[in-house]
């Protein structure tokens, strides 16, 4: 059904669109889709920066605490 609406119809649809809510409303929407946007990259990237942090810490000693030498194994 939408594999048949080329450039005349998405033209039209945008022409309609716009006589129905005006520029205004338009713009302030793309406003807050853009902030929306925004807010979610920078969610995703506080939420991989964590992940890292968590795996880098976990992963930062593995060494034992104490160190035996031969002198203490005999």
Known sequence: MLNN????????????????FGRGKISSLMGEVGKGITSFKKGVNEGSKEIEEDVSEIAKDVTPDTVETDKDKA
């Open 5 to 20: 609406i080329g450039l005349p119809g998405l033209l039209l649809i945008a022409v309609v669109v716009l006589v129905l």
